[in-house]
């Protein structure tokens, strides 16, 4: 079976940082408590959405990493030469 090293390489690594980042994202997430202000309860929401986000963005990162190790398995390297043209001379009769 090719396998295209590079590209299997780069989904590799992109699974890791996917992955990595989810789990610090999940360490990082903002916690409220009672008898919070007006003003602490917006900043809280702001924080929880963006946090909510930064995890999204990780999940597509493994996502996409997955589409490439996927895509390296199908991956044929093209050859040096190309493919040879030949031109066929007309019949005569």
Known sequence: MLIDKKILAG?????V???????????MTP??????TDDEIA???????????YTTLAGILIGIGFLLILI???ARRKKKGGA??????????
């Open 31 to 36: 916690i409220g408590r009672a008898g919070m």
């Open 17 to 27: 940082v996917g992955f990595t980042l989810t789990s610090v994202f999940s360490e």
């Open 72 to 74: 390296s398995f199908g």
């Open 11 to 15: 989904g590799i690594i992109f699974l």
């Open 84 to 93: 040879k043209k030949t031109e066929k001379k007309p019949e005569t009769k």
């Open 43 to 53: 900043e809280f929401l702001l924080d929880e959405r963006q946090n909510q986000d």
